[in-house]
């Protein structure tokens, strides 16, 4: 059942079965299948946004003082006039508009079912020794469905539904792959060469439908079925509802080749070659071309090194090479023309949305480019140069493992900024090139004791990502507003070169103004006028103190900065495995350090009876009283909470992320069939040491690919446990 509301509200349930198989016929043929199938039963609740869509939002920002029941029981409706009592008397909203968000929660009940199946079947033949020739055929199909039930209800004069009514949601669709390879192995004296050639094929397809209809004769969940719904009136959107389409179909086709080479078995070369073909490019950009280089040395095999007590193997490299990146929805490149709720008025007009046909006397349909069109639009490259090694040592218990790294990702796929001028929304543009560049490290230790076997594994990596062109010698891309409270200025920049990629911008900040003698202060480097200042002339102790960053004298647009990063310094886990006599224990742990969040539960657009979180009563109510929150003020000056420093937080953390307990009982049974009959139960998400005060540090929201790390209200991450049973014939 989910952390919040009932198990109606939020549950999720999730059935697996998986069946591997493998069979050789005659020495030369194999044959062989894979196949998943899971069943999901859920409820979920919505976040990520700062409206009322979003109850975990709304739940942070809704004041203490309204009650959840009237004095009937029934959740209290907030609505002024609406005759509510509460302890007896009519209830007067504190604040007319809000609403209680568990009761909403509950009234807009919904489930949803998914079944999905993942598959393979495969057949290989070597006719000679070290030539194979290899065909797969893979299928992804899934089928899923949901249904809702809203009744009539007002919990304020805003969240309110007159009518009632019942949804339902039926979406279908495949991917299917075809590939085929042949390779051959051979070795020539102490030469040993293979090589590999294929293809890839794969296609999607899919269908969605959804229909809502109103006045049911029971309103209730057991019977909101859209057979017995009544409303006759198609018209009404409000009322009746439906749509049917299909998904954006995608195919893809790739060509690939490879070949490996190793002498002695010191010195190792692979070579690799790809053509992908996609669907989602206009037809003089749908192919890209990535191939890629490594090379190796394994010095341990050297007669002319000698040898180092304790180290048992090392291993140099390096490599080169492109992979090509085309996430984007189909038809990107294209003008998209829009025909829904597009209808224009000719003579007497009908309602929008109506059934009855349409002539010279009434609406008629039409339709307009929603985007603009883009078709250079090509395959985002990801460049990547690696050097490091691999090495054993003392008996090969240590294991270790370094990398250095330097990535590019090259015309980066990204929504263009346009002007509303424009008419349309942005098309996706090749928008510039990103760089990540950093290092990698990996220790192991792998020992037993009598008969307990044990391994450690601890691994980091340090990363530095930052913005290095943007297309057409634009300096940056703005990010959208709206985004950490009603209203709000763009809290981050998709892009700026030599900055990273969806940095925070805002205003920095230099604590709070702690008295009269600090204001008079502060007023004086603003050219001793109070209007400079972001507060204007209602600037007093216990605002904030914001930094004239280009010291013109003033605090305006002009000083916002970057204010943090979404992206960590540094990422690390660790494991600890034993095993013994069949007993076998894991626990993982992995997390984050030198990122920031951007935090706001709280709507600062101008109406200050929404609630606070607990850091409000750590505010400034005196001479220093607080160095880290302003003074509280009445919901018209608000100019103390524009996006700045004070909404970023310390996003690091580690979690104990897995905790496992198996028993693998075929050491029992000793059954020749039966290789593995493993018992386990588990523990996800166990806990988080961390200095953050949300719900999980462990966030990437974000309006666009750009953008992570902003915490509006997030439905919390589950303690999850499980049992489970593995088997191996």
């Given at each position: 059942?989910?952390?919040?509301?009932?198990?109606?509200?939020?549950?999720?349930?999730?059935?697996?079965?998986?069946?591997?198989?493998e069979?050789?016929l005659?020495?030369i043929?194999?044959?062989?299948q894979?196949?998943t199938?899971?069943?999901?039963n859920s409820?979920?609740?919505?976040?990520g946004?700062?409206?009322?869509?979003?109850?975990?939002r709304?739940?942070?920002?809704?004041?203490?003082f309204?009650?959840?029941?009237d004095?009937?029981g029934?959740?209290?409706?907030?609505t002024?006039?609406?005759?509510?009592m509460?302890?007896?008397?009519v209830?007067?909203p504190?604040?007319?508009?809000?609403h209680?968000?568990?009761?909403?929660?509950?009234?807009?009940?919904?489930?949803?079912?998914?079944?999905k199946l993942i598959?393979d079947?495969?057949?290989?033949?070597?006719?000679i020794?070290?030539?194979?020739?290899?065909?797969?055929?893979?299928?992804?199909l899934?089928?899923?469905g949901?249904?809702?039930f809203v009744?009539?209800?007002?919990?304020?004069?805003?969240t309110?539904?007159?009518?009632?009514?019942?949804?339902?949601?039926?979406?279908?669709?495949?991917?299917?792959?075809w590939?085929?390879t042949?390779?051959y192995?051979?070795?020539?004296?102490d030469?040993?060469?293979?090589?590999l050639?294929?293809?890839?094929?794969?296609?999607?397809?899919?269908?969605?439908m959804?229909?809502?209809?109103?006045?049911?004769v029971?309103?209730?969940?057991?019977?909101?079925?859209?057979?017995?719904?009544?409303?006759?009136?198609?018209?009404?959107?409000?009322?009746?509802?439906?749509?049917?389409?299909p998904?954006d179909?995608?195919?893809?086709?790739s060509?690939?080749g490879?070949?490996?080479y190793?002498?002695?078995?010191?010195y190792?070369?692979?070579?690799?070659f790809?053509?992908?073909?996609s669907?989602?490019?206009?037809?003089n950009?749908?192919?890209?071309?990535?191939?890629?280089?490594?090379v190796g040395?394994?010095?341990?095999?050297?007669?002319?090194?000698?040898e180092?007590?304790g180290?048992?193997?090392?291993?140099?490299?390096?490599?080169?090479g492109q992979?090509?990146?085309?996430?984007?929805?189909?038809?990107?490149?294209?003008?998209?023309?829009?025909?829904?709720n597009?209808?224009?008025?000719?003579g007497?007009?009908?309602?929008?949305?109506?059934?009855?046909?349409?002539?010279?006397?009434?609406?008629?349909?039409?339709a307009?480019?929603?985007?603009?069109a883009?078709?250079?639009?090509?395959?985002?490259?990801?460049?990547?140069?690696?050097?490091?090694f691999d090495?054993?040592?003392?008996?090969t218990?240590?294991?270790?493992?370094?990398?250095f790294?330097n990535?590019?990702?090259?015309?980066?796929?990204?929504?263009?900024?346009?002007?509303a001028?424009?008419g349309?929304?942005?098309?996706?543009?090749n928008?510039g090139n990103?760089r990540?560049?950093?290092?990698?490290?990996?220790?192991?230790w792998?020992d037993?004791v009598?008969?307990?076997?044990?391994?450690?594994?601890?691994?980091?990596?340090?990363n530095?990502?930052?913005?290095t062109?943007i297309?057409?010698?634009?300096?940056?891309?703005?990010?959208?507003?709206?985004?950490?409270?009603?209203?709000?200025?763009?809290?981050?920049?998709q892009?700026?070169i030599?900055?990273?990629?969806?940095?925070?911008?805002g205003?920095?900040?230099?604590g709070?103004?702690?008295?009269?003698?600090?204001?008079?202060?502060y007023?004086?480097?603003l050219?001793?006028?109070?209007?400079?200042?972001?507060?204007?002339t209602?600037l007093?102790?216990?605002?904030?103190?914001?930094?004239d960053?280009n010291k013109?004298?003033?605090?305006d647009?002009k000083?916002?900065?970057?204010?943090?990063?979404?992206?960590?310094?540094?990422?690390?886990?660790?494991?600890?495995g034993?095993?013994?006599?069949?007993?076998?224990?894991?626990?993982?742990a992995?997390?984050?350090?030198?990122?920031?969040?951007?935090?706001?539960?709280?709507?600062?657009?101008?109406?200050n009876?929404?609630?606070?979180?607990?850091e409000?009563?750590?505010?400034?109510?005196?001479?220093g009283?607080?160095?880290?929150?302003?003074?509280?003020?009445?919901?018209?000056?608000?100019?103390n909470?524009?996006?700045s420093?004070?909404?970023?937080?310390?996003?690091?953390?580690?979690r104990?992320s897995?905790?496992?307990?198996?028993y693998?009982?075929?050491?029992?049974?000793?059954?020749?069939?039966?290789?593995?009959?493993?018992?386990y139960?588990?523990?996800?998400?166990?806990?988080?040491?961390?200095?953050?005060?949300?719900?999980?540090?462990?966030?990437g929201?974000?309006?666009?690919s750009?953008?992570?790390?902003?915490d509006?209200?997030?439905?919390?991450?589950p303690?999850t446990y499980?049992?489970g049973?593995?088997i191996?014939?």
């Amino acid at each position: 059942d989910g952390i919040i509301g009932t198990h109606e509200a939020s549950s999720y349930r999730r059935y697996t079965f998986r069946s591997n198989s493998e069979r050789k016929l005659k020495d030369i043929v194999t044959i062989g299948q894979h196949l998943t199938f899971s069943y999901v039963n859920s409820a979920g609740v919505g976040d990520g946004g700062i409206y009322a869509s979003s109850p975990v939002r709304t739940a942070l920002s809704t004041s203490p003082f309204l009650p959840m029941y009237d004095d009937n029981g029934a959740y209290l409706n907030n609505t002024n006039g609406a005759g509510s009592m509460y302890n007896g008397n009519v209830w007067v909203p504190w604040v007319e508009g809000e609403h209680n968000p568990y009761a909403e929660l509950l009234m807009r009940r919904s489930l949803n079912q998914t079944s999905k199946l993942i598959g393979d079947v495969y057949l290989q033949v070597e006719p000679i020794k070290g030539l194979k020739i290899k065909t797969l055929f893979g299928l992804d199909l899934y089928s899923g469905g949901s249904r809702s039930f809203v009744p009539v209800y007002q919990l304020s004069k805003y969240t309110y539904n007159n009518d009632d009514y019942a949804e339902q949601r039926l979406n279908k669709g495949y991917t299917w792959s075809w590939d085929n390879t042949v390779s051959y192995n051979f070795e020539i004296g102490d030469h040993a060469v293979g090589v590999l050639g294929g293809m890839s094929m794969r296609e999607f397809q899919g269908e969605d439908m959804w229909i809502k209809n109103s006045q049911l004769v029971i309103p209730d969940w057991e019977h909101a079925w859209i057979d017995n719904a009544l409303n006759t009136d198609y018209a009404n959107p409000t009322l009746t509802d439906f749509s049917g389409k299909p998904s954006d179909e995608s195919m893809m086709m790739s060509y690939f080749g490879r070949i490996n080479y190793d002498y002695k078995e010191t010195y190792l070369l692979n070579a690799t070659f790809r053509a992908d073909g996609s669907s989602r490019f206009a037809k003089n950009n749908r192919w890209g071309y990535f191939p890629s280089i490594s090379v190796g040395w394994i010095a341990t095999n050297e007669d002319f090194i000698p040898e180092i007590a304790g180290l048992d193997f090392l291993k140099l490299r390096a490599s080169w090479g492109q992979v090509g990146n085309q996430n984007i929805d189909a038809y990107q490149y294209m003008a998209l023309i829009k025909t829904n709720n597009t209808l224009y008025p000719f003579g007497e007009v009908t309602p929008e949305g109506s059934l009855t046909p349409v002539g010279a006397t009434g609406n008629s349909n039409g339709a307009f480019a929603s985007q603009l069109a883009n078709l250079n639009l090509k395959w985002e490259t990801s460049e990547q140069v690696d050097l490091g090694f691999d090495a054993f040592l003392l008996n090969t218990r240590l294991s270790v493992n370094f990398d250095f790294y330097n990535k590019i990702n090259r015309d980066w796929l990204v929504k263009a900024p346009v002007l509303a001028t424009a008419g349309a929304d942005a098309p996706y543009i090749n928008g510039g090139n990103v760089r990540n560049r950093g290092v990698e490290l990996a220790l192991g230790w792998n020992d037993h004791v009598g008969k307990l076997n044990y391994h450690i594994s601890v691994n980091g990596s340090y990363n530095k990502n930052v913005v290095t062109e943007i297309a057409d010698g634009v300096d940056y891309i703005s990010g959208v507003t709206n985004m950490l409270y009603n209203n709000s200025a763009a809290a981050y920049r998709q892009a700026e070169i030599g900055f990273p990629i969806g940095y925070f911008w805002g205003y920095e900040t230099d604590g709070i103004l702690q008295n009269p003698a600090e204001v008079n202060e502060y007023v004086a480097l603003l050219k001793n006028d109070k209007n400079n200042s972001l507060q204007g002339t209602g600037l007093a102790a216990g605002d904030v103190r914001f930094v004239d960053k280009n010291k013109d004298g003033k605090i305006d647009e002009k000083d916002k900065t970057m204010i943090g990063s979404p992206h960590p310094d540094f990422t690390f886990g660790f494991s600890l495995g034993l095993d013994w006599k069949g007993l076998d224990f894991l626990l993982a742990a992995n997390g984050v350090a030198g990122n920031e969040l951007l935090q706001s539960y709280h709507n600062y657009s101008g109406d200050n009876h929404t609630n606070y979180t607990s850091e409000i009563l750590d505010r400034w109510h005196g001479d220093g009283t607080s160095n880290t929150t302003p003074r509280v003020t009445d919901g018209k000056f608000m100019a103390n909470y524009l996006v700045s420093d004070l909404f970023v937080k310390n996003g690091s953390f580690l979690r104990i992320s897995n905790v496992q307990l198996g028993y693998d009982f075929a050491t029992l049974i000793k059954s020749k069939a039966i290789s593995q009959l493993r018992w386990y139960v588990a523990v996800n998400n166990l806990y988080t040491f961390t200095s953050y005060s949300g719900y999980d540090p462990e966030i990437g929201f974000g309006v666009d690919s750009s953008t992570s790390g902003i915490d509006v209200g997030f439905y919390p991450r589950p303690r999850t446990y499980m049992t489970g049973v593995n088997i191996k014939f």
